[in-house]
């Protein structure tokens, strides 16, 4: 075999669970992966310049209206080749794609893109799991589980602060009602967030639940991490002193206005976090670290420093990744293995890109 043992490896490797999403059609459940994540693991396994892709062929197989939009449906062949040492492996895919627009030009552009990618899928699909191969098999077998204790499912258990079951639910939405119900008794905020603690696992639950069966709302967990910030804000929000009044004149005096205090300069101070659009906005017109693309994400490292409720690292702490390394890094559970992987040490890079946009703007805060 032409490929390294390293590669071997990744081929046989099984396939992720968190990779694989679901669609109804016609009745039946079908899995896939996404044509983004192919083309992302090829170059993890592969390598950027190691292999390619063309289309052989397209066919537009059937044009139509549904007023007001127009209808397409192309099939495509894709051949993908791949360069391992001296020897090339060819693998051919053919796929099948419907667009729907409200111009003739767009309902034919995305009815093609989307053929040319089921075609690149089932192309790369023959090399191995990584690439969805394990999903022709009905037991799955090639599908790697999440690790650790089975997410809970439905119906929702509602624990309070002491993991005592406080009742149970087969909607999500009273499933959130409840928990928020449950967040505003709290009378502390060490009780609050032992309230969070103890559902957190079904929140995800209920989240991807929601997200397999095609009824994913963006905002249920949003809107629960939302509700617990505002607790936590009224659990420490110090009690407003009374105007003071000055007894002859009859004229009462505004409060002292409040002092902003640098709490990292305390004893015991909190972390302090720099916040700069200038910055993030030229480490976005950085190339990727990885593959070099541009435009980029100002990516936060996130072990830079300790995780604050809802915030980010310090934007010093920032560096350029594409929009497919940027998702990549953020599905890893160990990001500081991620960049030793490919060896190289993100603090160093964001440090100089730091120092060059102060070089640029020195009023920026440091």
Not at 50 to 79: E, I, S
Not at 154 to 176: I, K
């Given at each position: 075999?032409?490929f390294?043992d390293?590669q071997?490896?990744q081929?046989?490797a099984?396939?992720n669970?968190q990779?694989v999403?679901?669609?109804?059609?016609?009745?039946?459940?079908l899995h896939y992966?996404?044509?983004?994540?192919a083309i992302?693991?090829?170059n993890?396994?592969?390598g950027?310049?190691?292999?390619?892709r063309?289309?052989?062929?397209?066919?537009c197989?059937?044009?139509?209206?549904?007023h007001?939009?127009?209808?397409a449906?192309y099939?495509?062949k894709?051949?993908?080749?791949?360069?391992?040492?001296?020897?090339?492996v060819?693998?051919?895919g053919?796929?099948s794609?419907?667009?729907?627009?409200?111009?003739?030009?767009q309902?034919h552009?995305?009815?093609l893109k989307?053929a040319?990618?089921?075609a690149?899928k089932?192309?790369?699909?023959t090399?191995?799991?990584?690439?969805?191969?394990?999903?022709?098999d009905p037991e799955?077998?090639g599908?790697r589980?999440?690790?650790?204790t089975?997410?809970?499912?439905?119906p929702w258990?509602?624990?309070t602060?002491e993991?005592?079951?406080?009742?149970t639910?087969?909607?999500?939405?009273a499933?959130?009602?409840?928990?928020?119900?449950?967040?505003?008794k709290a009378?502390?905020?060490?009780l609050?967030?032992?309230?969070?603690e103890?559902?957190?696992?079904?929140?995800?639950a209920i989240?991807y639940?929601?997200?397999?069966?095609?009824?994913?709302?963006?905002?249920f967990?949003?809107d629960l991490?939302a509700?617990?910030?505002?607790?936590a804000?009224?659990?420490?929000?110090?009690?407003?002193?009374?105007?003071?009044?000055n007894a002859?004149?009859g004229?009462q005096?505004?409060?002292n206005p409040?002092?902003?205090?640098?709490?990292?300069?305390?004893?015991?101070?909190?972390?302090k976090?720099?916040?700069?659009?200038?910055?993030?906005?030229?480490?976005?017109?950085?190339?990727?670290l990885i593959?070099?693309r541009?435009?980029?994400h100002a990516h936060?490292?996130?072990?830079?420093q300790?995780?604050?409720l809802?915030?980010?690292v310090?934007?010093?702490?920032?560096v350029p990744?594409?929009?497919?390394h940027?998702?990549?890094?953020?599905?890893m559970?160990?990001e500081?293995?991620?960049?030793?992987?490919?060896?190289?040490?993100p603090l160093a890079?964001a440090?100089?890109?730091w120092?060059?946009?102060?070089?640029?703007d020195?009023?920026?805060p440091?």
């Amino acid at each position: 075999m032409a490929f390294t043992d390293t590669q071997a490896r990744q081929l046989k490797a099984k396939l992720n669970a968190q990779k694989v999403r679901t669609r109804k059609a016609n009745g039946t459940t079908l899995h896939y992966i996404e044509g983004w994540h192919a083309i992302a693991e090829a170059n993890r396994i592969f390598g950027f310049d190691a292999w390619d892709r063309r289309t052989v062929g397209t066919h537009c197989v059937w044009t139509g209206t549904d007023h007001p939009f127009y209808l397409a449906a192309y099939t495509a062949k894709v051949r993908i080749r791949v360069r391992a040492g001296d020897a090339t492996v060819t693998r051919d895919g053919s796929g099948s794609g419907e667009g729907r627009a409200l111009s003739p030009g767009q309902a034919h552009e995305l009815a093609l893109k989307s053929a040319e990618t089921d075609a690149t899928k089932r192309a790369l699909a023959t090399f191995g799991n990584p690439f969805g191969l394990a999903l022709y098999d009905p037991e799955q077998a090639g599908v790697r589980q999440p690790k650790g204790t089975a997410a809970p499912q439905e119906p929702w258990v509602l624990h309070t602060a002491e993991g005592v079951p406080a009742g149970t639910y087969n909607d999500a939405n009273a499933f959130a009602d409840a928990l928020r119900q449950e967040m505003e008794k709290a009378l502390t905020i060490e009780l609050l967030f032992a309230v969070w603690e103890q559902n957190i696992a079904t929140v995800r639950a209920i989240n991807y639940a929601l997200k397999q069966n095609g009824t994913k709302r963006d905002s249920f967990a949003k809107d629960l991490v939302a509700h617990l910030k505002s607790c936590a804000a009224a659990l420490v929000q110090p009690v407003a002193k009374p105007v003071n009044s000055n007894a002859r004149s009859g004229v009462q005096e505004p409060p002292n206005p409040r002092v902003k205090i640098d709490k990292s300069q305390l004893k015991f101070g909190e972390i302090k976090r720099l916040r700069s659009k200038a910055h993030l906005r030229h480490v976005a017109h950085q190339p990727c670290l990885i593959c070099g693309r541009v435009p980029s994400h100002a990516h936060h490292i996130r072990y830079a420093q300790k995780r604050g409720l809802g915030l980010k690292v310090s934007d010093e702490f920032a560096v350029p990744l594409c929009a497919i390394h940027h998702t990549e890094n953020h599905t890893m559970g160990d990001e500081r293995h991620w960049w030793e992987q490919r060896k190289i040490d993100p603090l160093a890079i964001a440090a100089v890109l730091w120092k060059e946009s102060h070089s640029e703007d020195p009023s920026m805060p440091t």
